[in-house]
């Protein structure tokens, strides 16, 4: 099986956490009353509302209904958004939880914390995982600014729910019937945030087996010519070779996922996977003005790694390697975001225990 690529960021933790598992994140949902907060913040501008339902006891974020996978009946990430000394400033706290299917109680633990390095006006910096939510002031757009420089802009849209049956659903996303089947209460809302400007991030850099290496097994310290040259990444496991075809590439196996020189030969001697495409692609980034992104693919395997709706890949040169990084692009829509009391309701209606 191919390395996966732990890209839980800004706003997508739980969708790639869902993912890894095989479990699809669609309306988890329930029905019925629900215990817990509700807002009447749907009268309000989608980002005044948002805000409101983040505060206090409060909270937006998403749940996944695991059926008792590992012992787990749902796994859920929350965000707050706690008052700062400055107007329209929020601190943006990430919280993970998770119910046991024995006990039937939730418990808390720290949001994931990234790793790796975000693409900011100063060029590639590590990341630190604390975000401050910014309102843009007209009621549409917000920006999630880290502390290493990199911002996320975003307009969010609102949709409410109130009075609507939820449809009840099970870990692979397939229709269930509801265990307590009802109508969501009042106040229920969803938030969908489009990203409004493309950000890129290199994930798990400090790891020196994630470095890009050339057809003898050593690391790339310049970025590949398009064209020419054969090179390997060990975290998608492939080799990919230049085609007569410039920007083409034969893509191989590289079933040692270790890119060495044996492996390599021996992934370029057996049957090709497909090909991808490889070309220069601007970033608007004065340090970093560049980066080779992968643009096309065939193959169903490649089409596996690369079809994302959410990601784009590319490869780029920091601190003298090369690395396979990540960049989500305008547009980029992560699942909907539900307030309290809306995740409430549809754990009651699944027949689960309420999010205090």
């Known amino acids: 099986m191919k390395k996966k690529m732990g890209l839980l960021r800004k706003g997508v933790e739980l969708l790639i956490l869902g993912a890894a598992a095989g479990i699809l994140i669609a309306g988890c949902g329930g029905g019925g009353g629900g215990g817990g907060t509700t807002s009447a913040n749907s009268s309000k501008p989608a980002v005044a509302s948002y805000i409101a339902d983040g505060q206090g006891t409060s909270f937006n974020g998403w749940w996944v209904n695991q059926g008792g996978l590992l012992g787990v009946s749902a796994v859920a990430t929350t965000y707050s958004l706690n008052t700062t000394a400055t107007a329209g400033t929020y601190a943006w706290v990430s919280t993970a939880k998770s119910v046991a299917a024995a006990s039937g109680v939730w418990t808390s633990s720290a949001g994931y914390v990234p790793t790796g390095f975000d693409l900011t006006p100063a060029g590639w910096v590590t990341v630190t995982g604390t975000n401050t939510f910014v309102d843009g002031g007209d009621g549409i757009h917000v920006s999630l600014n880290n502390a290493d420089g990199s911002t996320t802009t975003y307009s969010i849209s609102q949709t409410s729910l109130s009075g609507k049956a939820v449809v009840c659903t099970n870990n692979v996303g397939t229709t269930i019937a509801c265990v307590a089947p009802g109508n969501y209460p009042a106040g229920s809302s969803a938030y969908v945030k489009t990203q409004t400007a493309n950000t890129y991030s290199i994930p798990n850099t400090s790891i020196v087996a994630n470095r890009i290496t050339d057809a003898t097994g050593a690391a790339l310290t310049a970025l590949p010519t398009i064209g020419t040259g054969t090179f390997c990444d060990p975290v998608s496991g492939y080799v990919y070779q230049p085609t007569t075809t410039v920007g083409t590439y034969n893509t191989y196996t590289d079933f040692a996922f270790g890119c060495n020189s044996v492996g390599i030969a021996s992934a370029v001697a057996a049957a090709s996977a497909g090909t991808v495409q490889l070309a220069s692609k601007p970033t608007g980034n004065a340090v ?69």
């Open 288 to 356: 970093v003005p560049t980066v080779l992104a992968f643009s096309s693919w065939t193959g169903v395997a490649l089409a596996t790694r690369f079809n994302s709706p959410y990601y784009t890949y590319f490869l780029t040169l920091n601190a003298g390697n090369v690395y396979w990084g990540a960049s989500t692009l305008t547009g980029n829509q992560a699942p909907p975001e539900k307030n309290k009391g809306t995740i409430n309701a549809e754990l009651v209606a699944n027949g689960l225990p309420v999010i205090p």
